[in-house]
């Protein structure tokens, strides 16, 4: 079991937990994983590490609401504890020296650029940061990550905060020497179409470039086979080889189908848990 030390809702579908793992926060690295599981015989799904204090023996995960397992974890306030939380699992994000950085965020995903985006400024390199989301309400966690970068851009599709558009456009522009100037590499965390969009827009310029892939997930040791992703034509079991893999081998038309997968088993499963919950309240 562990314990829940903080939450805090940042979107209306959105939510930071700082948790007490002080073993998985001993060992923690930038793109590393955790595994949750919320109740017996429930699901296990894959969050990765936003950030983690060694000293303090926290780590920090942003989960958002989308299905049954997410909901059930967001329904959670601190003080409460969660069944399982098994990590650091994968390989951790590994950029060389001198580098100048930029990471990609895009919704959510610009959580796990708290994390990556320090330890790669306490290493001497250049940081800039790309965040993006819909609209400025749903825009998260920009003042943290303020102090770790050296140049931080914000961008949402309707132009209610920053640049207007997409963060592929936005890094079309640093690449052809605006703002920070052009990255030496480029992380990109996020939707899956963003990821695309992000390898796409780096593909021509031939800007190094990693995407950190969430395919489905079971045990998240690579014993399953369920995180498959082809990566330059072979397959790569995103838990173990990954989850971060070079954005221009990745196969995203096979990564988008699998996990499409199991859409209408996902929904039935939500449709359950708010049942589920609802006749719980009538019966308070």
Do not use: W
Not at 144 to 162: Q, V
């Amino acid at each position: 079991m562990t314990r829940i030390l903080e939450t805090r809702r940042l979107t209306p579908v959105t939510k930071y937990f700082r948790l007490d793992a002080p073993l998985i926060a001993a060992s923690a690295k930038p793109g590393q994983f955790v595994m949750l599981r919320v109740r017996d015989g429930g699901e296990r799904i894959p969050i990765t590490i936003a950030d983690y204090d060694r000293k303090a023996g926290t780590i920090s995960i942003v989960v958002q609401q989308v299905g049954a397992t997410t909901t059930l974890v967001c329904a959670l306030e601190a003080g409460d504890e969660i069944l399982d939380v098994v990590g650091p699992l994968g390989s951790p994000i590994d950029i060389p020296a001198g580098s100048h950085v930029c990471g990609v965020g895009g919704g959510f995903g610009s959580a796990v650029l708290l994390g990556l985006m320090r330890e790669l400024k306490a290493a001497g390199q250049r940081t800039t940061a790309i965040i993006g989301a819909r609209n400025k309400d749903l825009l998260i966690l920009a003042d943290e990550l303020k102090p770790s970068c050296d140049h931080l851009a914000i961008c949402t599709d309707d132009g209610s905060a920053g640049f207007k558009g997409f963060v592929s456009q936005q890094l079309e522009r640093f690449i052809a020497g605006e703002g920070p100037g052009r990255p030496d590499y480029v992380v990109a965390i996020g939707p899956m179409a963003m990821m695309r969009a992000v390898a796409e827009t780096t593909r021509g310029p031939k800007v190094k470039t990693l995407v950190s892939m969430d395919p489905l997930m079971v045990d998240g040791t690579g014993m399953c086979g369920g995180c498959r992703v082809i990566v330059g034509g072979k397959a790569q079991f995103a838990c173990v080889d990954g989850p971060a893999f070079d954005a221009h081998e990745v196969d995203f038309e096979v990564a988008m189908r699998r996990n499409k997968a199991y859409v209408k088993e996902e929904k039935l499963a939500l449709e359950r848990v708010n049942c589920s919950r609802s006749a719980a309240k009538e019966l308070h």
